[in-house]
């Protein structure tokens, strides 16, 4: 069947709304699935704070993107792109240490909670570093998505100077972690030194990857009887199981990188849209872990309330919420485009036209 011009536009356009789509989806049920396997980790016996196994095997996903590059060098990124993206894992690396270690002090649910700060933290690095602006209605959603994720922090204020400290280091790690966000969409996207999405991820990866390889060597080797081994064999677990749960661990990251990195380049919003998606996967978060833990392992914090469900009904309205401001900001600014190159092709100054 023969398909007219505009009706191809039109089926083109709907794919790659679908693709869109489904890598967001991707990105925020792969994120939801990584603290779930920490849990397990944690309860096998292999999730020492001090040794970083399993961060190791967290890099080592998106390392594994290095082999899809092409083995033409004249296709790889310029040397200063590859500076560019080394500096950002490396700042990704402290981010990440003061977001685990304030983790382990204020416990998960206000860690997943005070993360979430990102949406917030991205928007606002994003208009001072990327020039993007946001209208009224889009700043009203992304402040609807951390109101909601607010609701939660009610009843975990009371748990002592150790849950205050942790808190102070993942707001600044998340503050941390959300410009990382912005330095990803800006090495992608400005300039003339840019990488591509597979690109990034790989050096990236490797990056990170090889700082923990070298931590492992350092710190974990030599302890590993007292710091690995032997929690293993208090919690039961085998070689097997640990190295199953590790090796998911890896390839849940390996999709949630490749769709994190995808979001920031092709989705409307960028950095933004990554950092709002990130706070509904947190609220995502209560609810598996409310299924799969509660009652199982660990206290109530695993298990789901009135509080959080009010915070989900919240976070999931301000996402389709910013969402819908988005996408009538951009139809706005296309249709602006649209008038502006009409009215330079018959002629006329732009400006003239618009006075």
Known sequence: MAVGKSGSVENGSAENDFVLLMNAAFYVLSGCFQPLLMTSLKDAGVADPTCQLYMFFYYLGPASFIFTLSGDRSEWPSNRAIIKAVGIALFDIVAAAMNYTGA???????????????????????????????????????????GGLMLTTGGSMHLGKDVVNGLVLILFGSMMH??????????????????????????????????????????????????????????????AYASYLLL??????????????????KFPGGATSAGVMK???????????DWVYCGKTGGEEMCFTRGKFLSLLTVTGGVVGYGYATQKRRQIELREEAGYEQVANIGMDPLEAVN
């Open 104 to 146: 382990s002090m204020a416990g998960p649910t206000i860690f997943a909670i005070v993360y979430s700060s990102v949406t917030v933290w991205a928007a606002l690095f994003s208009q001072l570093f990327l020039g993007r602006k946001m209208n009224l209605g889009q700043w009203m959603f992304v402040l609807v998505v951390f």
């Open 248 to 265: 998911a661990f890896a390839l849940s990251n390996t999709v949630h990188s490749i769709t994190f990195f995808h979001t920031l380049q």
């Open 279 to 289: 706070g509904l996967q947190a609220v995502l978060v209560f609810v598996f872990t």
């Open 178 to 239: 959300a410009l990382t966000y912005v330095m990803c969409e800006a090495v992608m996207t400005v300039g003339e030194h840019i990488l591509t999405i597979r690109q990034n991820c790989a050096i990236q990866g490797i990056v990170a990857a090889f700082c923990y390889l070298l931590w492992q060597a350092v710190y974990t080797y030599p302890r590993f009887e007292d710091k690995i081994w032997e929690p293993m064999q208090d919690a039961g677990s085998t070689i």
